[in-house]
T-cell receptor
Framework: DGGITQSPKYLFRKEGQNVTLSCEQN?????MYWYRQDPGQGLRLIYY???????QKGDIAEGYSVSREKKESFPLTVTSAQKNPTAFYLC??????????FGQGTRLTVV | AQKVTQAQTEISVVEKEDVTLDCVYE???????LFWYKQPPSGELVFLIR??????QNEISGRYSWNFQKSTSSFNFTITASQVVDSAVYFC???????????????FGTGTLLAVQP
């Protein structure tokens, strides 16, 4: 079954730690996106990649980093520079101008 | 710059009422795409519809209908005879097409929380 998988579903981070959220797709899509969602708010774009080995900053890239070494993978690292990382993170993939397919999300909590 | 505005933060209706969710967008491009997504409490986004900028024909799918008007930069979504299962957050989104042919970044509105009371 084709789809997009995010892991883990829940993640806890201590102050000052870096953590990496996984996003894998087997849809052969070129473009992949990371969004952040805070309670009662919309989806804000963190980073996106339209092709392997290339990515662009979204609206709230500070404190985050990504890589796109393989077409099917687009991991997001939440660094210690991100002062308020507690949020719901959604990954998506898109082919051309078609609709985006989303993963089930990762809920990150700072403890 | 791209922007999507969903002015209605929350809407509450009683079952069987009709409800319209508003979406207004801004874009510099003449070629763009508009989307609606549903986010149930589970969190995963469910695709509802995609519309390109050259197709202003309204669309109906069961109890759902969409009204696209370029003159007012709006892409509104109506649910007829709402049901409790329609309770969710609904997002409107916009993507522009760049000159290379691929889509540019996909931008979402802030969403409208729809609560349908039994």
């Amino acid at each position: 079954d084709g789809g997009i998988t995010q892991s883990p579903k829940y993640l806890f981070r201590k102050e000052g730690q870096n953590v990496t959220l996984s996003c894998e797709q087997n849809l052969n899509h070129d473009a992949m996106y990371w969004y952040r969602q805070d309670p009662g708010q919309g989806l804000r774009l963190i980073y996106y990649s339209q092709i392997v080995n290339d990515f662009q900053k979204g609206d709230i890239a500070e404190g985050y980093s990504v890589s796109r070494e393989k077409k099917e993978s687009f991991p997001l690292t939440v660094t210690s520079a991100q002062k308020n990382p507690t949020a719901f993170y959604l990954c998506a993939s898109i082919q051309g101008s078609a609709e985006a397919f989303f993963g089930q999300g990762t809920r990150l909590t700072v403890v | 710059a791209q922007k999507v505005t969903q002015a209605q933060t929350e809407i509450s209706v009683v079952e069987k009422e009709d409800v319209t969710l508003d979406c207004v967008y801004e874009t510099r491009d003449t070629t763009y795409y508009l989307f609606w997504y549903k986010q149930p409490p589970s969190g995963e986004l469910v695709f509802l519809i995609r519309r390109n900028s050259f197709d202003e024909q309204n669309e109906i799918s069961g109890r759902y209908s969409w009204n696209f008007q370029k003159s007012t930069s709006s892409f509104n979504f109506t649910i007829t005879a709402s049901q409790v299962v329609d309770s969710a957050v609904y997002f409107c989104a916009l993507s522009e097409r760049n000159y290379g042919g691929a889509t540019n970044k996909l931008i979402f509105g802030t969403g409208t929380l729809l609560a349908v009371q039994p």
